[in-house]
């Protein structure tokens, strides 16, 4: 899933982004107020976590900011102010957690994972379609008993569309959500990766997982 990092302090900025890319995320970062809001309403992001001391415009003003213009990403505010008001404050501006640094790293990237997947709609660790099964805690993944390895692309990928099971993804959907600033667009990455996945999930297998809307995208479901 495709995280945004607003974190001013270079070093915290930097150890959060690479912990959270190990994790198996998506995470682009930006170092002020300004950039935050901007890359927060012109992209779509499935969690921003946002430091509330920043540079240019504090981390209350993008919040506030986000929400008026109906941003609707989940906002974890990850933050030095530790006082009941500052919390009540994020909270009630529309923050969805709230985290004072310094802070456990794992559970950091538990309320990461616990985020993402109630914005998704779910509030399992364990996603289950047909007899595939995806354990997002583990990320361990596995068909009718049999344990499937996945590099962490194809993890990823899969991942998203377990979320959205049912949903038609387009293309670009599923490149916004997979691919950082970093990534340089190639026009069938997309197409290559969920043949990566065919072949390892619906070779052999009974029923056909994933499936194609040709002109609209992919979809993950039991249904044919």
């Given at each position: 899933?495709?995280?945004?990092?607003?974190?001013?302090?270079?070093?915290?900025?930097?150890?959060?982004?690479?912990?959270?890319?190990?994790?198996?995320?998506?995470?682009?970062?930006?170092?002020?107020?300004?950039?935050?809001?901007?890359?927060?309403?012109?992209?779509?992001?499935?969690?921003?976590?946002?430091?509330?001391?920043?540079?240019?415009?504090?981390?209350?003003?993008?919040?506030?900011?986000?929400?008026?213009?109906?941003?609707?990403?989940?906002?974890?505010?990850?933050?030095?102010?530790?006082?009941?008001?500052?919390?009540?404050?994020?909270?009630?501006?529309?923050?969805?957690?709230?985290?004072?640094?310094?802070?456990?790293?794992?559970?950091?990237?538990?309320?990461?994972?616990?985020?993402v997947r109630r914005g998704h709609g779910k509030r399992s660790a364990t996603l289950r379609i047909d007899d595939l099964e995806i354990d997002m805690a583990r990320?361990?993944?596995?068909?009718?008993?049999?344990?499937?390895?996945?590099?962490?692309?194809?993890?990823?990928?899969?991942?998203?569309?377990?979320?959205?099971?049912?949903?038609?993804?387009?293309?670009?959907?599923?490149?916004?959500?997979?691919?950082?600033?970093?990534?340089?667009?190639?026009?069938?990455?997309?197409?290559?990766?969920?043949?990566?996945?065919?072949?390892?999930?619906?070779?052999?297998?009974?029923?056909?997982?994933?499936?194609?809307?040709?002109?609209?995208?992919?979809?993950?479901?039991?249904?044919?």
């Open positions: 899933m495709r995280l945004l990092i607003v974190e001013d302090e270079r070093k915290t900025g930097d150890y959060i982004r690479q912990g959270l890319s190990e994790a198996g995320f998506v995470v682009d970062l930006v170092r002020s107020g300004p950039d935050g809001l901007h890359r927060a309403v012109t992209e779509d992001y499935d969690l921003i976590v946002l430091d509330i001391n920043l540079p240019g415009m504090d981390g209350w003003t993008v919040l506030r900011s986000l929400r008026r213009r109906g941003g609707d990403s989940a906002v974890l505010c990850l933050t030095a102010r530790d006082g009941v008001e500052d919390r009540v404050r994020g909270l009630d501006l529309g923050a969805d957690d709230y985290m004072v640094k310094p802070f456990a790293w794992a559970e950091l990237v538990a309320r990461v994972r616990c985020l990320k361990a993944v596995s068909r009718d008993g049999r344990r499937i390895q996945l590099s962490a692309r194809e993890y990823a990928l899969l991942e998203y569309l377990a979320l959205r099971q049912g949903e038609v993804v387009s293309r670009s959907d599923i490149w916004a959500h997979l691919y950082d600033q970093n990534d340089e667009a190639e026009s069938n990455v997309v197409d290559v990766y969920i043949g990566y996945l065919r072949s390892k999930l619906d070779r052999n297998a009974p029923r056909k997982l994933i499936h194609t809307r040709r002109g609209l995208g992919y979809v993950l479901s039991a249904d044919a």
